[in-house]
């Protein structure tokens, strides 16, 4: 994993080129340094890739040492000095916005910077502009003088000091005398309140006569209110047969890749956007992906793997991406490649790596696990082998854990499995879960907190499309069934926007059609509600959702 030396790209108050990123650390170049080939690193992010591998640069691999490092152009140096960024102690109240060139100078000298009191045995930390008035006002461990006696303590004791003491004492006695005063003129008083209680109860007897009568009025008030009552329950049920109000509308873009239909794999990409609940055409992919996988990774969006000719053993090896904040879209080969040609796989991003799990590869299912570094050098590591090979399966994270959901062990539906398997990608650990209800591939997968939702598919039975929705409970470890979908759905793609699941496309076994349909299911109402269809019918497609416009 990279270290992180240089500015975070948080601290900067416009988002600052790709180009004056350090590509060790990934964050702004700090102190930078250059190889003869002009690779710009951070300074000490270099001289620790140095310490630790080879001594050669991780961008072009040329022979590389701390003697050879040299200095940037003045022209870089210059404008990274001038970038506005907020104070190392932003996060403790300070406001100050400056040049980087001028951090050296504010940050000693910051009314923000953490101190330690210097009371002895106090240890707390305060911002250097709160720490005067605690030493000398509020630390319970300042000294104090006693004024009688002139001894000096901490003033943690000074409440329990002989002279204070006996201060208390003093004033307990003076107390108790205006106490016994007190108690004199409340026993007066409770005379008084006898007296005036007598009169209220002889007030009380002209109350109940009065009762009596409120009493006779109020049966009549009853019989008055079961009819009401019986009006208002005719009415409740009147309301009930009224149409309820559908769900608002998705308050985030969901992006459908790639896929197949009809006419072959596709590389088509478009996007439902909030508000106006319409489909956009975005720009295609490089290549054409059906049974792809793809993941969200900060702003970027990294498509992997799939098929490009219609047979299971035309698939591809690459990486794509789009990065949604880069106009125009555009996407972009990623710079390393998976370790196998395949398609019927998932992935998942832990910890800056992509783990790749199961797939189909060159007419055989694949039981292994990769992790992908997504930084520099993109090292690539086969993590383990699951106890069976698997694909066209679904796939979530929790932590440092991830979970396979069914899928089938060959390309054949009739090989479909219930199987639910957690690995722990710190401590390999392998573990069998609580199985699925019943054999099922082809599936989609979104996590909803601690559970994941498990749509569509195929089951190994004759019955072989399905639109039953399940909810696994990775913590309780066990399922329940959820309300169907409308439609019957083997291989759609799914993502989820809030408390909104939205499900795209797919294949109807029973219609013998590629699917252009979309419904979305509302976890608070728990009900499902049809939403514009798509521009293109599209099975084997994957999905990813933003939280932002682009």
Same mark, same amino acid.
């Given at each position: 994993?990279?270290?992180?030396?240089?500015?975070?790209?948080?601290?900067?108050?416009?988002?600052?080129?790709?180009?004056?990123?350090?590509?060790?650390?990934?964050?702004?170049?700090?102190?930078?340094?250059?190889?003869?080939?002009?690779?710009?690193?951070?300074?000490?992010?270099?001289?620790?890739?140095?310490?630790?591998?080879?001594?050669?640069?991780?961008?072009?691999?040329?022979?590389?040492?701390?003697?050879?490092?040299?200095?940037?152009?003045?022209?870089?140096?210059?404008? %990274?000095?001038?970038?506005?960024?907020?104070?190392?102690?932003?996060?403790?109240?300070?406001?100050?916005? %400056?040049?980087?060139?001028?951090?050296?100078?504010?940050?000693?000298?910051?009314?923000?910077?953490?101190?330690?009191?210097?009371?002895?045995?106090?240890?707390?930390?305060?911002?250097?502009?709160? %720490?005067?008035?605690?030493?000398?006002?509020?630390?319970?461990?300042?000294?104090?003088?006693?004024?009688?006696?002139?001894?000096?303590?901490?003033?943690?004791?000074?409440?329990?000091?002989?002279?204070?003491?006996?201060?208390?004492?003093?004033?307990?006695?003076?107390?108790?005398?205006?106490?016994?005063?007190?108690?004199?003129?409340?026993?007066? +008083?409770?005379?008084?309140?006898?007296?005036?209680?007598?009169?209220?109860?002889? +007030?009380?007897?002209?109350?109940?006569?009065?009762?009596?009568?409120?009493?006779?009025?109020?049966?009549?008030?009853?019989?008055?209110?079961?009819?009401?009552?019986?009006?208002?329950?005719?009415?409740?049920?009147?309301?009930?047969?009224?149409?309820?109000?559908?769900?608002?509308?998705?308050?985030?873009?969901?992006?459908?890749?790639?896929?197949?239909?009809?006419?072959?794999?596709?590389?088509?990409?478009?996007?439902?956007?909030?508000?106006?609940?319409?489909?956009?055409?975005?720009? +295609?992919?490089?290549?054409?992906?059906?049974? /792809?996988?793809?993941?969200?990774?900060?702003?970027?969006?990294?498509?992997?793997?799939?098929?490009?000719?219609?047979?299971?053993?035309?698939? +591809?090896?690459?990486?794509?991406?789009?990065?949604?904040?880069?106009?125009?879209?555009?996407?972009?080969?990623?710079?390393?490649?998976?370790?196998?040609?395949?398609?019927?796989?998932?992935?998942?991003?832990?910890?800056?790596?992509?783990?790749?799990?199961?797939?189909?590869?060159?007419?055989?299912?694949?039981?292994?696990?990769?992790?992908?570094?997504?930084?520099?050098?993109?090292?690539?590591?086969?993590?383990?082998?699951?106890?069976?090979?698997?694909?066209?399966?679904? %796939?979530?994270?929790?932590?440092?854990?991830?979970?396979?959901?069914?899928?089938?062990?060959?390309?054949?539906?009739?090989?479909?499995?219930?199987?639910?398997?957690?690995?722990?990608?710190?401590?390999?650990?392998?573990?069998?879960?609580?199985?699925?209800?019943?054999?099922?591939?082809?599936?989609?997968?979104?996590?909803?907190?601690?559970?994941?939702?498990?749509?569509?598919?195929?089951?190994?039975?004759?019955?072989?499309?399905?639109?039953?929705?399940?909810?696994?409970?990775?913590?309780?470890?066990?399922?329940?069934?959820?309300?169907?979908?409308?439609?019957?759905?083997?291989?759609?793609? /799914?993502?989820?926007?809030?408390?909104?699941?939205?499900?795209?496309?797919?294949?109807?076994?029973?219609?013998?059609?590629?699917?252009?349909?979309?419904?979305?299911?509302?976890?608070?109402?728990?009900?499902?509600?049809?939403?514009?269809?798509?521009?293109? /019918?599209?099975?084997?497609?994957?999905?990813?959702?933003? /939280?932002?416009?682009?």
């Amino acid at each position: 994993m990279a270290c992180c030396s240089g500015y975070s790209t948080n601290r900067f108050k416009i988002t600052v080129d790709s180009n004056f990123l350090c590509p060790i650390c990934a964050e702004v170049l700090k102190d930078p340094v250059q190889c003869q080939n002009q690779h710009y690193f951070c300074k000490n992010c270099i001289k620790k890739h140095l310490e630790k591998n080879a001594k050669s640069c991780p961008i072009c691999v040329q022979d590389l040492s701390e003697e050879t490092l040299a200095q940037p152009p003045r022209i870089l140096t210059d404008y %990274l000095n001038g970038l506005m960024i907020s104070c190392d102690h932003s996060e403790r109240g300070c406001t100050e916005v %400056l040049p980087v060139s001028g951090l050296q100078a504010h940050v000693p000298e910051c009314n923000y910077r953490p101190i330690v009191c210097t009371n002895e045995k106090c240890g707390q930390t305060f911002n250097q502009e709160d %720490l005067t008035e605690h030493v000398i006002s509020a630390c319970e461990y300042r000294l104090v003088h006693c004024p009688d006696c002139e001894d000096e303590m901490i003033y943690k004791k000074f409440s329990k000091h002989a002279c204070v003491l006996s201060k208390d004492l003093n004033k307990l006695g003076l107390e108790w005398s205006e106490i016994k005063n007190v108690l004199g003129e409340i026993c007066n +008083s409770q005379k008084e309140m006898c007296n005036s209680q007598k009169e209220i109860c002889d +007030s009380q007897k002209e109350m109940y006569c009065s009762q009596k009568e409120m009493y006779n009025s109020q049966k009549e008030m009853d019989h008055s209110q079961k009819e009401i009552l019986k009006s208002v329950q005719s009415l409740a049920h009147d309301k009930q047969n009224i149409p309820q109000a559908p769900p608002p509308n998705v308050i985030a873009t969901v992006m459908v890749i790639g896929g197949k239909n009809a006419e072959g794999n596709l590389c088509s990409v478009e996007a439902l956007y909030p508000g106006s609940q319409t489909w956009k055409v975005l720009q +295609s992919m490089q290549e054409s992906r059906g049974s /792809a996988a793809s993941v969200m990774y900060g702003n970027d969006v990294i498509v992997s793997g799939g098929r490009s000719e219609p047979s299971l053993l035309g698939c +591809s090896d690459t990486i794509e991406k789009l990065s949604l904040v880069c106009k125009p879209l555009r996407w972009i080969p990623f710079p390393v490649k998976l370790p196998l040609k395949i398609c019927g796989h998932k992935v998942v991003v832990i910890n800056n790596c992509l783990y790749l799990v199961g797939g189909f590869n060159e007419g055989n299912s694949c039981g292994a696990i990769y992790s992908i570094l997504l930084l520099p050098p993109y090292t690539i590591e086969l993590k383990c082998q699951m106890t069976q090979p698997i694909c066209f399966h679904g %796939l979530q994270a929790f932590e440092e854990s991830v979970f396979v959901f069914g899928g089938s062990t060959s390309s054949s539906m009739q090989n479909a499995v219930n199987s639910v398997l957690s690995y722990n990608t710190v401590s390999d650990e392998k573990k069998e879960m609580q199985p699925l209800p019943f054999a099922n591939c082809d599936v989609a997968t979104v996590r909803w907190n601690d559970n994941v939702i498990i749509i569509g598919g195929t089951t190994n039975t004759s019955v072989s499309l399905i639109n039953t929705v399940i909810l696994y409970s990775v913590k309780e470890n066990k399922h329940k069934m959820l309300p169907s979908m409308k439609h019957a759905r083997s291989s759609c793609g /799914a993502t989820i926007a809030g408390n909104k699941v939205i499900v795209m496309g797919g294949y109807d076994w029973f219609e013998k059609k590629y699917l252009d349909s979309v419904e979305c299911f509302d976890l608070d109402r728990q009900v499902w509600q049809e939403l514009p269809v798509m521009n293109e /019918a599209r099975s084997e497609a994957t999905a990813v959702v933003y /939280a932002g416009l682009f």
